[in-house]
């Protein structure tokens, strides 16, 4: 792990290019015929599968960075940021929140932590036949919601109609334009043993809500998703720690998923300490009796962000002062050795290797 | 119609928003209680979910103006066009091009046919288990080849994997993003009495591919698919007649919906003559057996454009020296009177209404 403060940004570019394309020789081959619901999950299969297919077939430098948002200089010196995603959250509807919300989020936050001020939303429907009108306005009142709590704006759109059995009712893709102020560079190429890691809030409540509501479960809890955009709590924390290294938020895959990705590309250990993991009980006991991890369950509006020891404090401040990042906690540090390893230091005085996620222990969570 | 060269693009875009609103009292009202496939055909029921769900919610001028494309200004002044597109076609593969051809094409062509330098593509793929990846490599292939032949890059991406029986096979949803050229300026509020209707080449091709591809009909016919990027058709056109007032590609409801589109917002007529209207004799024996009016089907590769009668000579020797607009025609003229109608000169020497349409002769074709 190198990296000095005068490496220019292209430099800083070609490292995490060579980086990740070191790691990639490692990652796990595709190896399947069909694609399954693992390679949606966003961990082992979900990375041989973007390597094997899309990566190879799109080849180009934005893309290979693999960031939560692509970001390209404009002819005027501007720096945009662009980032998609698909939701096919499964309900629609969940305690705090609907496909809607997700939705304007998911983009939002993508955006906001790879540095950008989100602007502009565009939003694409598939909608199966006999969907109701009723709730489609509900879920559309709800992006509206949210874009506006945001300060962005939905400016176009596409709504395509599939026969019936021919979609899950409804699935929602949007992406998203910001503006990177000038001056402000995040990378995981900053990353040096020694930083912080600090997560922004309690984590695990999205993903446990929407398991909950599918009602398969035998069990019951007071769990509401933590939807929401971190665009105004991203900009608090830059201004109180304005060395900031990296961010990402913890959606799908989790906090242990980010870890690992940060700890391949910047080719550093990640320690986290259980102990220090913010987390509600419900969540935690939710995630026990189902033998699920909560470091992979996903979040959507908490992120993990890689700060400097000495901005640690002006950092934590930041966020615990903003109503989303009340719980927020410094859960680990960066080492220099074993590169490309995550580990947990459990209450009990052990510590076990957090790997990348296999498999899929909750489908369709957004 | 009022428009002069002196109106600023902010009148300009006021005025738009104007005649929208005006038009959008008279458009039909939403009365399903569900979504039909009419609603995702283009035609009166879209627009009725659209002003009525959409606008209605995410209300902002951008999107009010239901552009191809949504254009902003940047603090630098540049201009960046904004669209999305999803792509739904069954089947996948069709002769002339798959659904990865179709989701850079139409993103691409909305950008174009905007004034845009189209530059930048993101995709977002809702797959289905047991997706064939060898299938799923061949479209992002394609996807490829026409990114590269457009010369724009696809730079950033999300994967989702929903259940068996929750997708066709596979949906993509594109976004673009491109610069407007310094002093272009496309507005429907631009199109005077006088002005010729042009279309870059022969109609119908896509939709009648895409139909007799399924194998439901009882016919058979050497039609193969348009798809195609035409950003560097529109950029040679707009060389040769600068003036150019405003284009559409002809997607989804064929060319009479977007003349019909032109017709309201402009708040003028369009009157067009069969006899000139490009078409391939199988695509029009084709229609002709089926009963579809070609006017209404799908092009991929296609666009109209008004430019003012001193500069068509020019606009039309432009397209024609162009391989994708070889067949290029002027097929109509805009007049003042009667406002909001499209009405079509048969070859016969009669002359009949071509409404917006009706329903979906042709569901799922992109």
Avoid at 6 to 34: C, F, H, Q
Avoid at 264 to 270: D, I, K, S, W
Wanted: proline share 5%; net charge negative.
């Amino acid at each position: 792990m190198v990296s000095t403060e005068s490496a220019t940004a292209s430099e800083r570019e070609g490292r995490v290019l060579e980086r990740i394309n070191e790691y990639r020789k490692r990652r796990p081959r595709l190896l399947e015929s069909v694609v399954t619901l693992a390679h949606g999950a966003g961990g082992k299969s979900s990375a041989a599968l973007i390597d094997s297919v899309f990566v190879e077939a799109f080849r180009n430098p934005e893309l290979e960075q693999l960031g939560d948002a692509a970001v390209m200089t404009l002819p005027s010196g501007e720096r945009m940021a662009f980032s998609t995603d698909s939701f096919v959250v499964q309900p629609l509807e969940f305690p705090g929140g609907s496909i809607g919300n997700l939705a304007v989020h998911g983009t939002v936050n993508d955006l906001a932590v790879s540095g950008a001020v989100p602007q502009w939303l565009c939003a694409a429907f598939v909608i199966e036949e006999g969907f109701d009108i009723g709730r489609l306005r509900d879920i559309v009142v709800d992006m509206s919601d949210s874009a506006s709590a945001a300060g962005v704006q939905i400016v176009t759109g596409d709504t395509k109609v599939v026969g019936k059995g021919a979609a899950d009712g409804l699935y929602i893709s949007t992406a998203g334009m910001g503006l990177v102020p000038a001056g402000r560079m995040l990378s995981p190429m900053l990353v040096k043993p020694g930083d912080r890691v600090l997560v922004s809030g309690t984590i695990g409540e999205h993903g446990m809500a929407v398991m909950l509501a599918r009602g398969e479960l035998a069990i019951e809890a007071d769990i509401v998703s933590d939807t929401a955009a971190v665009n105004h709590l991203v900009e608090a924390m830059l201004a109180a720690a304005p060395s900031t290294r990296w961010m990402r938020d913890a959606t799908r895959g989790g906090v242990g998923t980010v870890c690992n990705e940060l700890a391949q590309t910047a080719g550093v250990a990640v320690i986290l300490d259980e102990g220090q993991l913010p987390m509600q009980p419900q969540v935690l006991g939710a995630c026990d009796m189902l033998g699920i991890d909560p470091l992979y369950v996903a979040n959507e509006g908490k992120f993990i962000a890689i700060v400097p020891p000495e901005e640690t404090d002006a950092a934590l401040a930041a966020l615990r002062s903003h109503k989303l990042g009340a719980n927020a906690a410094v859960i680990g540090e960066v080492l220099g050795d074993p590169p490309g390893i995550v580990a947990l230091r459990t209450s009990f005085g052990g510590s076990r290797i957090v790997d990348m996620l296999v498999g899929d222990p909750l489908p369709r969570i957004c």
